[in-house]
Structures are given as C-alpha cells and as structure tokens.
C-alpha cells in the first residue's frame, strides 16, 4: 500500500516559483513510477509531469516543459515538482500520483493519489 500526502502549495505572482514535495509510505515506494496532475476550476484534470523509479525517464506535458522539473529521493521517499516562471493559467490543485509500472500520461493508470495542493498564481 501506498499513501501520498503533498505538500508547498501556496499563491505566488507570476514569474515567481514554488516546489511542490509529495512524501509517501509504504515500502514499494522505490519500485513505483511518480507523478503529478492538476485540476482547474471548470476545467479536465491534466498531466504536469512523471519520473520512473529510478529517475532515469521523465516526461512533461507541453504546457511545462521548461519550467517545471520533476525529480526524486528514493532515500527520503519524497517527489518533487519545481515550479519556475509560473504563469496565471498554473494555478490548480497539484495531485501526487504513483504507479507500480512505466511512466505513462494516462490518469487511469495511477494506482495512488493524494488529496492534493492548491496552487495560485496572481497576475
């Protein structure tokens, strides 16, 4: 079993960054593909990023791709997103995710989610 709890949402203006941390449980942890996917008012929930368990594949939605970096402490079993050069359209509920299988963009494949942070960007 695995249990996600995320955590370093905030609100920042634009331009400014934040790091998002995702702490998990249980002893697979290291075996496991991590993610994050974030949710909009209004809007479908999105892919943001995913690393392989031994950090050596990573893969980013288009909208990120030069801002955000994704990476992990098998050792401290803690993920983390940094979030640069964030934009008004970031702002969502940043979902922690984990898989015990290759990385993938589809929601549907994430075994674990955690509850969630919220992140706001001002203008």
């Known amino acids: 079993q695995v249990q996600l709890v995320e955590s370093g949402g905030g609100l920042v203006q634009a331009g400014g960054s934040l790091r998002l941390s995702c702490a998990a449980s249980g002893r697979t942890f290291s075996t496991y593909t991590m993610g994050w996917f974030r949710q909009a008012p209004g809007k479908e929930r999105e892919f943001v990023a995913a690393i392989s368990w031994s950090g050596g594949a990573t893969d980013y939605a288009d909208s990120v791709k030069g801002r955000f970096t994704i990476s992990r402490d098998n050792a401290k079993i803690t993920v983390y997103l940094q979030m640069n050069s964030l934009k008004p359209e970031d702002t969502a509920v940043y979902s922690c995710?984990?898989?015990?299988?290759?990385?993938?963009?589809?929601?549907?494949?994430?075994?674990?989610w955690g509850q969630g942070t919220q992140v706001t960007v001002s203008s």
């Open positions: 995710v984990a898989r015990p299988g290759l990385v993938t963009r589809w929601a549907d494949r994430y075994d674990y």
